[in-house]
């Protein structure tokens, strides 16, 4: 989809331009600007005004090292001077509902009294999806950039005894922020598809061969070709996910966590 001209409104220019910032300034941002962005999170649409999320705030050295790894290896995180974790927290509603004795009014009331389940997690998950992108383009309109970290999902175990997070609270996303270095130029933003791929009108239109091959043909392959694709779709599974360690652990961590949920 080709950027349109939006530099009449500030808003729509910051999300046209915002890209990924994985190499940060070892200026630490101030206290005004972390407060700025944490408002700009906690000011997010939410699910019944609930708030089912929590946003865990990483300073500690030692813990963004070992996220460092724990994350895919991706040692930049490690240099992030503002690092947020937002979790689904469904565990704060459930500890109310107990002190409120909820459970044991439904039985008073002949109701029965249902856990949390995997439709919660998934409505916790977005209110907590919909806060970090809202802290994202605050922290773009200060000029202050960002790089979503999806990899917290894996090795749920650990990140659990790190983080002592309880059974209804799952990190769905991290979020690191900083100022970009001197001189340095972050890239311009990546394509994305065209419109018609993506937005769909009363039914969902589901694409044929030829329209397939169009939408997909903007992100091609490469010369790192390892494992002698033929084609985008065999180069993207391949080099992405089926060969892919951290892939497998993604799945399996995710299945791990949703015991709490079932």
Known sequence: MNDMNYNGNPVLQIITQRSSL??????????????AILY???????????M?????????????????????????????????????????????????KVAEKCEELGLSYTAPGEQNLLLASCDALLAAQNAVLAAESMDIGSCYIG????????????????????????????????????KPSKRRFNKKTIVHE??????????????????PYTSRN?????????????SRHSCSDCYEEGIRSVRVALKNWQ
């Open 22 to 35: 994985r190499k940060f300034s070892s200026v630490p941002l101030t206290k005004a600007e972390e407060e």
């Open 40 to 50: 700009a999170a906690m000011r997010a649409p939410t699910a019944a005004n609930l």
């Open 52 to 100: 089912l999320y929590s946003i865990l705030i990483v300073r500690d050295k030692e813990v963004k090292k070992k996220l460092s790894v724990s994350c895919n290896q991706q040692a930049w995180i490690e240099t992030a001077p503002f690092l947020l974790i937002f979790l689904a927290d469904m565990q704060r509603l459930e500890d109310f509902y107990a002190y409120c």
């Open 151 to 186: 990899h917290i999902m894996d090795h749920y175990e650990f990140h659990r005894e790190l983080f002592k997070l309880p059974p209804y609270v799952f990190p769905i996303t991290m979020l690191a922020f900083g100022k970009a270095p001197k001189e340095f130029h972050r």
């Open 202 to 219: 009363n039914s969902y239109h589901r694409m044929n061969e030829e329209e397939l091959e169009q939408a997909f043909q903007s992100f």
């Open 226 to 238: 390892t494992f002698h694709a033929e084609n985008n779709g065999q180069f993207h599974y391949l």
